[in-house]
C-alpha cells in the first residue's frame, strides 16, 4: 500500500509528507507537560516552517540529480525519520545548520556539470562556514567540499583556494563582530574543541537509533557495491558525495558539543536517499510496505511517548 503510494513521484506525496509532519507537530505540543503560550509557538512554529522547507530542498536535490528513481520514497523516509527525533522542534539550532548543510551540498554535488565552478565551491564553504558559527565542529564538512573538488574539477589549483577564501570571509567578519561586542575572542565557543567522546549520558532509546541507522546504511553499502556497475559515472560521483557526507555527519554527531542536540538530523538526508535505493531494489513490495509501516509506527511512538 504505502510502496504503491509512493513508488512513483507525484505532488500529492509532497503533501501527504507535510501532513505527517504536521501531525508529528501537533502530538509533540500536547505529549510533553508544556503550557501552549504565545512565547512557546512562537520558537517552535519557525521551526516546523524550517523543516517543511527542507523537505522542499532535500526533494529538489534528489529529483535535480538523480539520486533516486523516479519514486517519493526518500521524501517519506525523511519524515519518518525527523518523526524519530520528537525534540526537534524545541531545537532551532540543529535546524539551520541541517539547512546550511543542505544548501552546501546542492552547490557541491552540481560540480559535475563544470558550469560556474568557483562560484560553487564559494557557496558552499559560505554556507558551511556559516553553520559552523553554530557549532566548530561543522568544520568537518569542509572535507566533503574538497572531495567534490577532487572527483569533478581537481585540474585547476585555485579551486582548493576557494573555499579558504570563503571561509576566512565569514570568520574574518565574526571576528569584526566580536571585537565590536567587546567579547573575548580566545575564548568564544566557536575556538573551543573538545575531542572527547562521551555516550554515559546518552539514553538508551538514542543508542538503539544509532544502532538502527548503521544497520541500514550497512545493508545499503552491501547493495552499493553489488550494484556498483550498472551505475552510470555520474551516479557513482553522486552517491560517492551522499556517502562522504554520511560519514562526516557520524563523525560530526560522535564529537559535537553537547549544548548542540539532536545532531542525528544531519544524517537523515544521506540516509534516506540509501534507504530509497533499498526499497528499490527490493522485488518483494509486502518486505518494502513492511519496513515502512514498523518505521512509522515506531516514529509515531516515539512523539506520543517522548521520553
Known sequence: MITSVFGKSKPINFI???????????IH?????????HEMLSLEIPVLFLLLFSLFVMNFIIKKNDLTQQNDFALLIVTIFIGLFPSIFDNIKIVCIHLLILFAFRRI????????IKQKIFDASL??????LFDSWIVLYFVVIYIGILVYVSGDYKNWLVPIIG???VLGLYIVYLYLA???ILTNPLFQFDLKIDYSTTSYRRIALHLVITLLFSINFVIFFLKYKTYSSQKKLSFLLSKVLFFMGITYVLFAKNITQN???LLLFPLAIFMANLLENLENKRISDILLLLLMIVSFIFNIYPK
Open 109 to 116: 554535488i552540481t560540480l559535475g556539470s563544470l558550469r560556474s
Open 167 to 169: 571561509s576566512t570571509v
Open 16 to 26: 501527504l509528507c507535510i501532513g505527517i509532519l504536521l501531525v508529528y507537530f501537533v
Open 263 to 265: 545532531t542525528e538530523l
Open 29 to 37: 505540543l500536547f505529549s510533553t507537560n508544556k503550557v501552549l503560550s
Open 127 to 132: 554556507f558551511i562556514s556559516l553553520a559552523v
Open 182 to 184: 567587546q567579547q573575548d
